[in-house]
């Protein structure tokens, strides 16, 4: 018979179990003992690098769904990758952890502003969010743009709007963010690596 | 890093100060038990505590917290007494010989060019003799009595092991024998590598320390070889990436910088940053500033940058001074300030002495949080009680928290300590309705974009006019913004050798910076990521882990900048003739008509050893400075003063001067000093860090590391507890002239009282994982202690040394 592992398992969970098992030629004991591959042999596996320090620890990440379009996808398992160079295959304590940030209870899910004075957030519309601070942003810089200092000299710059930019970020997020706040004159604007 | 965490592998000693990489770097430290087990090398820990890096050492001494320089000072002077040092590299690969001008000085702790009202220094009497050919004099013999080695041997003979033991408290046969170890490597064929991380960069002479390191890996022949280098291991996933890219608030992508209020012409802007060689036939890279700056600015505003606006040159702001972090929360206390943007960045706890950054955000008209998480910075405004007690009706702060996309569902590129950019894929959707951070950016900038096209308003012309050629304008791929950072030709490249020849057709992803221009016909976001994406595709994404030549330098995986090369300064791992210090070294080799080894040879392919083009291609000497002429605010030489606040009263390297108590060039805003304690008060010396089973204050938004270490501690040695009728486990308050804490007490014998001239000095160790945002136990952010003060040159706080009182709670 030509079964790959895959199909054993497709067999089984579709309710072959027990007494067919024995005809296939399997012992039950084989299976139970499989449960961790088995979630595993159903999920999507997709590189990535690991979120924390800067060693940059290669992960697999363990998904459900296929990446098709109608189906929603999950990380279930994070684990090291064996090919990375330099950690190869290990993670440390927070590296193996990593599942329990990706689904964090603290994890924000929609635009929210708490008002001048208030003592609770309201969620609000990312149209909504954008339109006001975009609006908040260019009236400041309108008022406040220092386009030539006291001796007349050309300076071109922002000071009164400024912005910490996030270093866990991809290098292409950081540097459209820079392309963009340079652009508005912006100079209060560090990263981690100034702390 | 100079190097990489593999090629730690290669080493034969291993220092590590300035960070403990067993706890916080703990797969890439896998590398120095690698380089323990089959290189037989030798680990040396220099810490305030016994680490977790300490408990695999060799050898661990302790040092007093913020007294680096002292130490490493004093291995300069053992090394240029004893002769230990690799003679033919310092002579050849240094500015050991340079001449340094008549007019320099150093009397008491402070050097030539010293203005004590503006606290800073004029550097025009640091610089090199220059002799009659326009180059600098050198004297080869190292005899002359102003060439650097001289200056140095004057410098450090104050810093005997005597010395060290009375600032540092390590005792005279552990220094030696630390220097013992080090010198073992100052020869050829043996070599060492340093390890530092924040313990070194979080003082207010951090960048000093580092560059005092630095020095001892010159002396003894150590940078540009397998197993050697200056290796920063860094602390975020991609603070490497940020900082290359230039988000900082005096940068511009690859290390380009913005210019100042005084540098009105263009022309003069370029030739202050196009560095020409000091010495005859030297590289001196940075003589292609034009051609770098010229792309970036092709890659920002397109057919508006043209050179007859000196390629929009005023579209970019100029300083006045520096607006760091430290400076953006004085002047919003202040009350200067109206909005601030957070992506990704927690400054509440990030920041020190939180009382005065949680007065700071009170003041702002907006405030706008972009994360994945639920962070203190965006409840700043809430009363936690203790943890944070304020009264939200007082705060008329507007607060617009935007939900983000973590690591697990997007796709781009981080670079690693090592410099390797690795590509990395989207593996599920986001929760809820979080956006990624291109796309709220694009969000943000679109709507600015519309409204100054609608209303106008001030200088519109740089939003106007910034290229946009993304395919998808309201949220930006990855791979479309990663192709503009490495750049295009814009117009047909003819080979400058050749012209017949075409380098590349307009329009196509260029291969290497080298073929960058300075006439606009070519543009890229980042010079030194010019190679990421090529014409060949994503190099990024190269998952080959082949390693030809055994010595972990894995070409294929990922890539690095710059073009792909893995070992910083290789060039100098060869000597004068071309061939390999060490027959263990395969990294480069004159073959008879060309560099080549297992890495990217940093030399110009075809320079002949016999034109003695030197190995530092990025100075204008072509060799490694131990001596700075220019650069560093404090001076040209490392020179040891006091933490702002320390357990100690004098400085005893320059005795009796008030000026060189501390770092006489570093900024201290008048508020900030009189928030600064005394040792009458506070008499422990304290220092902050991280454990291995947390990250910063992500971690304790997650269930298995809030498990492994659910609550606050602070850690103290077994002397002071005794002292203080302190019991393990028993709870304690600590507290600064800032604030205070309430944690459990650790009470070790990992941290011992130290002598210090007959101070005896405690250390208090404070792990920072705790706050009033997650699932661990709730605890107070750290930085409510520490004190707002930072490095000279770049100003990062010193949250390494300061000082405190504890009590039984």
């Known amino acids: ?195 | 890093m100079t190097n990489h965490w593999v090629d730690i592998k290669n080493a034969d000693v291993v220092l590590i100060m300035g960070g403990n990489a067993a706890e916080a770097h703990p797969c890439g430290f896998k590398w120095v038990t690698e380089a323990k087990a089959h290189n037989k090398a030798r680990l040396v820990v220099v810490d305030p505590r016994f680490t977790r890096s300490a408990a695999l050492a060799d050898y661990y001494a302790p040092i007093r917290t913020g007294t680096d320089i002292a130490f490493l000072g004093g291995v300069i002077k053992y090394l240029l007494d004893s002769g230990k040092y690799q003679k033919e590299y310092v002579r050849n690969y240094t500015n050991a010989g340079f001449v340094v001008n008549a007019g320099y000085g150093f009397d008491n702790g402070i050097f030539s060019g010293y203005d004590p009202q503006k606290r800073s220094y004029d550097p025009a009497s640091w610089a090199y003799e220059m002799g009659p050919d326009g180059y600098a004099v050198v004297d080869p013999t190292l005899e002359h009595p102003r060439c650097v080695l001289q200056v140095m041997k004057r410098h450090y003979a104050r810093y005997t092991p005597e010395m060290v033991q009375k600032v540092c408290g390590t005792p005279p046969e552990a220094f030696l024998k630390v220097c013992e170890y080090l010198a073992s490597t100052g020869v050829p064929g043996r070599v060492m590598t340093i390890l530092y991380a924040l313990g070194w960069t979080q003082h207010s002479q951090g960048a000093q320390m580092i560059r005092t390191g630095a020095i001892v890996q010159l002396l003894l022949g150590n940078i540009g070889l397998p197993g050697g280098g200056m290796n920063a291991l860094r602390g975020h996933s991609n603070i490497q990436g940020l900082t290359d890219l230039g988000l900082l608030s005096n940068a511009l992508p690859g290390y380009l910088t913005l210019a100042g209020d005084k540098e009105q012409d263009y022309e003069a802007y370029i030739a202050k940053r196009t560095l020409k060689p000091l010495r005859p036939n030297q590289t001196s890279y940075w003589q292609n500033y034009p051609k770098f700056h010229v792309s970036l600015m092709k890659a920002w505003w397109g057919k508006a940058a043209t050179r007859e606006n000196h390629w929009a040159y005023d579209y970019l702001p100029k300083l006045d001074r520096l607006y760091d972090v430290l400076q953006a929360f004085e002047l919003m206390s202040q009350g200067k300030m109206n909005g601030y943007i957070c992506q990704g960045f927690n400054p509440l706890a990030a920041f020190p002495d939180k009382a005065k950054i949680s007065a700071g955000l009170a003041q702002l008209k907006f405030l706008v949080v972009i994360d994945p998480l639920a962070t203190e910075t965006s409840e700043f405004w809430k009363n936690y009680g203790e943890f944070n007690d304020v009264e939200p009706s007082k705060i008329a702060t507007t607060v617009f928290r935007l939900p983000c996309t973590c690591f697990a569902e997007e796709e781009g590129s981080l670079t690693n300590s090592s410099r390797w950019l690795q590509w990395h894929w989207k593996g599920a959707e986001a929760p809820g309705a979080a956006r990624g951070d291109a796309e709220i950016i694009a969000g943000l900038f679109g709507r600015l974009r519309a409204l100054y096209a609608k209303e106008g308003g001030a200088f519109p012309d740089p939003i106007r006019d910034l290229t946009w050629p993304y395919k998808v304008g309201e949220s930006p791929s990855a791979e479309d913004l990663a192709r503009e950072f490495n750049g295009k030709a814009l117009a047909d490249l003819a080979d400058p050798k050749d012209a017949g020849k075409l380098l590349a057709r307009s329009g196509e992803q260029l291969a290497s910076f080298a073929m960058l221009r300075d006439d606009g016909s070519t543009a890229s976001g980042c010079w030194i990521y010019c190679g990421a994406w090529t014409q060949a595709g994503n190099q990024m994404a190269r998952r080959d882990n082949a390693d030809p030549w055994n010595d972990g330098q894995t070409l294929g995986w990922a890539w690095a900048w710059p073009v792909n090369r893995r070992i910083l300064y290789n060039g100098a791992s060869v000597d004068p003739a071309g061939k390999p210090w060490s027959p263990r070294s395969h990294l480069t080799a004159w073959n008879g008509s060309a560099w080549a080894g297992s890495d990217v040879p940093d030399q110009r392919i075809d320079a002949a050893p016999d034109q003695h083009v030197g190995p530092f291609i990025m100075t204008a000497e072509g060799v490694a400075k131990l001596f700075v002429p220019s650069g560093m605010a404090e001076g040209p030489l490392p020179e040891h003063y006091e933490p702002f606040e320390s357990p100690v009263a004098a400085n005893l390297l320059s005795p009796g001067n008030p000026r060189s108590f501390s770092n006489p060039a570093a900024r201290l805003f008048a508020g900030d000093a009189a928030r600064l304690g005394k040792p009458e008060q506070f008499p422990y010396a304290a220092t902050t860090y991280r454990l291995t089973e947390h990250f910063h204050y992500w971690t304790k938004h997650a269930h298995i590391p809030a498990v492994l270490q659910p609550q606050q501690f602070v850690e103290i040695g077994s002397d002071l507890a005794a002292q203080k009728g302190i019991a393990n486990g028993a709870r304690v308050k600590v507290w600064s002239k800032r604030g205070y804490i309430v944690a459990v007490a650790v009470v070790t014998r990992r941290i011992k009282a130290m002598d210090c001239n007959g101070t005896t000095v405690h250390h208090i160790g404070i792990p920072i994982h705790w706050g009033f945002k997650g699932v661990a136990n709730a605890g107070y952010l750290a930085n409510t202690l520490t004190p707002f003060v930072g490095d000279a040159n770049t100003q990062t706080p010193e949250f390494k040394s300061f000082t405190v009182n504890i009590e039984k709670a």
């Open chain 1, 1 to 195: 018979m030509d079964m790959d592992r895959r199909q054993f398992f497709k067999a089984c969970t579709g309710g072959l179990a027990g007494s067919s098992l024995a005809l296939l030629g399997f012992s039950p004991e084989a299976v139970l003992a499989e449960t961790r591959n088995f979630k595993l042999t159903h999920a999507t596996e997709t590189r990535n690098t690991c979120t924390y320090c800067s060693v940059g620890c290669g992960i697999i990440m363990y998904g459900l769904g296929d990446k098709a379009k109608n189906a929603a996808s999950a990380i279930i398992h994070i684990e090291g990758d064996p090919d990375h160079p330099v950690n190869r295959g290990t993670l440390c304590p927070k590296g193996a952890a990593l599942l329990d940030l990706v689904h964090s209870q603290s994890r924000l899910k929609y635009p929210q502003v708490r008002e001048a004075g208030a003592d609770t957030w309201t969620t609000i519309s990312w149209d909504e969010a954008l339109d006001r601070i975009a609006r908040l942003m260019k009236d400041d810089r309108d008022r406040h743009f220092v386009a030539r200092n006291g001796e007349g000299a050309t300076v071109n710059r922002w000071l009164s709007t400024g912005m910490l930019a996030a270093s866990a970020s991809s290098n292409e997020s950081g540097y459209l963010t820079h392309k963009v706040m340079r652009s508005l004159g912006m100079l209060i604007f560090d990263n981690q690596a100034r702390v």
